[in-house]
């Protein structure tokens, strides 16, 4: 009975409320409810385009990155491929390897071509330095002055690399027809692939 006749009183209450408030608080009702409607629905929605936006920026960035490497394999290419070919033009200068026979056809071939007698060629011991090792020989010639000039400036720019590191000459024949005998000492050199091991000095020489 107590809560049909509060009911009763409430129903009269609203019926006292003006059409205008009526329709208001209505509206405001149906607003917050297409509101909170609205929110649930789009909240997925919302949620999708953040991760999508989220995922694209870091597959943009992972393709910024492949650019750059990409960018960088091809310089590094290039720079690959000069050094194999400045590693090429020292090889020509330092061989791995002593090469005698060949060593002395060049020196043979510059002496032919500056008309040079070649009388003597003797290679000495190798020594062994920090990542090459030094060849030296010695060779004894004879011929007019201007020959023995271009002799040498020959051996300058033979491709390897060869330094005249002392030459004695001595001028005979007559003041018409002098000609120079001369000996020569000279470097070629070998490259080391790998640094050459320490000579080890025999201990048991000094022992009785």
């Known amino acids: 009975m107590k809560v049909g006749f509060e009911a009763r009183g409430l129903a009269r ?8 408030y009526k329709t208001i608080i209505i509206l405001v009702l149906v607003a917050l409810l297409l509101a909170g409607l609205l929110y649930f629905l789009a909240k997925p929605q919302w949620e999708e385009r953040t991760r999508l936006q ?23 290419r290039k720079e ?51 990542f090459y090792s030094e060849l030296p020989f010695e060779i004894k010639f004879s011929g007019p002055f201007h020959s023995t000039a271009f002799f040498f400036d020959g051996i300058r720019k033979m491709d390897r690399l060869v330094n005249i590191t002392n030459f004695s000459l001595e001028a005979k024949g007559t003041p018409k027809n002098v000609v120079l005998e001369g ?9 080391a692939k790998e640094k050459p091991k320490p000579q080890i000095e025999d201990t048991k020489a000094g022992k009785k």
Not at 13 to 19: G, S, Y
Not at 80 to 93: C, S, T
């Open 183 to 191: 000996t020569c000492s000279a470097n070629a050199y070998v490259y």
């Open 80 to 130: 690959y491929q000069q050094m194999q070919e400045l590693l090429q033009d020292v090889l020509k200068q330092l061989p791995e390897t002593k090469d005698i026979p060949n060593l002395l056809r060049n020196i043979t071939s510059v002496s032919e071509e500056t008309r040079l007698k070649i009388k003597y060629f003797e290679p000495k011991e190798i020594r062994n330095k920090e």
């Open 13 to 20: 209450k609203i019926e006292k409320i003006p059409a205008l």
């Open 54 to 76: 989220n995922e694209y920026s870091q597959l943009q960035k992972e393709l910024n990155t492949l650019k750059e490497l990409k960018n960088n394999l091809e310089k590094h």
